[in-house]
């Protein structure tokens, strides 16, 4: 007789979600290790690493956001990132300061921490773009890539703009892409994005030869799509990020989190390869010291290794050695190497990375309008962006310029400031057209 396993819509069985809810209540919160090198070559990398952070903004704003071993251990996140600055550390600085508190000022008070998570979503979007906001007001032109990493209990969160890149390798050796490349030869839908938003796209273009180099955003010649900051280069160089959320196992897994010095010089899995068998901190200086030594010293290198790991006294020998092929999509890897005495000591699971949410759109009418499954977590009337609170019939719908008919309510909700309804326009190129027109003017007789 054949035996079927039952799977979910998620592509996790079921026999998995059970044992998951069945042991919902003894596994504990992952133990967090992790480790971070860097050598310097412009001094415009800069990073963030907090184990345990409270889930609320910290008082009276500013500073790296939530308060570092606030709280107890169910009421804590851990927070890394890796800020790669360019034409000056201005903005990196910036957004390392001030970014944290405005993804945690975006979530609303008083949630479980289901939805806690769910909410973490739209807030990473809101506060992006809010820092990239505030930081124009700087009258800088630096500009920054960030990775920026949320781990709730077994849940990981990556939002990401930019070339810096995150990476997991789950217990078993499976490995997953968290994060998305940003930089215009990589990117053929962010290069349409960018033209169709007013921007020009080309290499550099020597008396009249072939062009030489990567692709570049004209004016200003960023190889970015996405950033925080770079005011000079346009608006449709946009600080929308890529986010995914997926769930570990409570085997655990391995994050590297690096910035494009590593990246230009390592393979993602040879990067990997080097860190068999060694802790967090000793892993994070070996692919710094593998990628300075096979491209030399050319731009700031920098990584961020961190470990999930299960409770010392759940935990059964990790396996580190084994190859797994990069997998960008999130399924489910078939393996028979845990044994089932193994997985039903301390209710330890097969090793199952569950993808629970993954977009990368640029427009923000898309990214703010999330449907969630508890409802409508977020005060209708407070600005969307910087939670700026309005007045009933001040704010401005984020599908305002959707026509009527269209299955989108121009008139509902999420909405925004006449500030950050501004920011939206020139982000999709609606004010370069404007200004474009208006410029037009009829040549008197």
């Known amino acids: 007789m054949e035996v079927h396993a039952e799977v979910d819509g998620s592509g996790v069985p079921l026999a998995v979600l059970l044992k998951r809810e069945l042991c919902n209540q003894k596994v504990e919160k992952p133990d967090i290790l992790f480790g971070e090198a860097c050598k310097s070559k412009k001094g415009e990398d800069f990073t ?52 944290l508190n405005n993804v945690l000022a975006a979530i609303p008070s008083n949630l479980t921490s289901e939805e806690w998570t769910a909410s973490l979503l739209r807030a990473l979007v809101a506060g992006f773009v809010k820092t990239d906001k505030d930081f124009q007001t700087q009258a800088a032109r630096s500009g920054t890539t ?27 050796g499976s490995v997953y892409f968290l994060s998305a490349d940003h930089r215009l030869d990589a990117n053929e839908e962010e290069v349409e994005r960018v033209t169709a938003s007013g921007g020009e796209v080309g290499r550099i273009n020597i008396a009249g030869g ?24 346009g608006e449709f160089i946009v600080p929308v990020p890529h986010v995914k959320q997926v769930k570990l196992s409570n085997a655990g897994g391995r994050l590297v989190i ?13 990067a990997l390869n080097y860190t068999r068998g060694l802790p967090a901190e000793a892993a994070a200086n070996r692919i710094v010291k593998e990628a300075v030594t096979s491209k030399g010293l050319r731009d700031d290198t ?16 990790l396996k580190r050695h084994g190859k797994g ?11 028979d190497e845990m044994s089932e005495d193994q997985m039903d000591r301390g209710c330890l699971e097969p090793d199952v990375v569950e993808e629970i949410y993954e977009e990368g759109s640029a427009m923000l009418s898309q990214r703010l309008n999330i449907n ?74």
Not at 302 to 317: F, M, N, Y
């Open 48 to 99: 963030l690493l907090m184990a345990k952070c409270h889930r609320s903004p910290a008082e009276g704003g500013g500073g790296s956001g939530g308060s570092e071993n606030a709280g107890n251990d169910d009421d804590t996140i851990s927070v890394f990132a890796i800020f790669d600055g360019h034409n000056g550390s201005a903005a990196a600085i910036y957004t390392r300061e001030n970014l």
């Open 146 to 172: 960030v990775t920026f990493v949320v781990i709730d209990g077994w849940v990981v969160t990556v939002a990401s703009v930019g070339d810096s890149r995150c990476i997991l390798e789950s217990a078993e």
């Open 210 to 233: 072939a062009g030489i180099g990567p692709l570049r955003c004209w004016p200003g010649g960023l190889c970015l799509s996405r950033s925080i900051g770079d005011i000079d280069v």
């Open 258 to 270: 690096a910035s494009d010095g590593v990246w230009d010089a390592l393979r993602f899995q040879e």
């Open 302 to 317: 920098t990584c961020i290794v961190v470990d999930i790991l299960p409770p010392e006294k759940l935990s059964p020998p």
């Open 325 to 335: 092929g990069i997998k960008a999509l999130f399924r489910r890897r078939p393996s």
């Open 372 to 445: 969630y499954p508890a409802g409508n977590m977020f005060k209708l009337h407070d600005c969307a962006v910087c939670q700026l609170e309005m007045k009933p019939g001040e704010g401005i719908s984020v599908h305002g310029n959707m026509p009527k008919h269209s299955r989108v309510d121009p008139w509902g909700g999420p909405f925004l400031c006449s500030s950050c309804q501004v920011k939206k326009k020139a982000m999709e190129g609606k004010l370069h057209s404007i200004n474009s027109q208006s410029a037009v003017q009829p040549v008197p007789k």
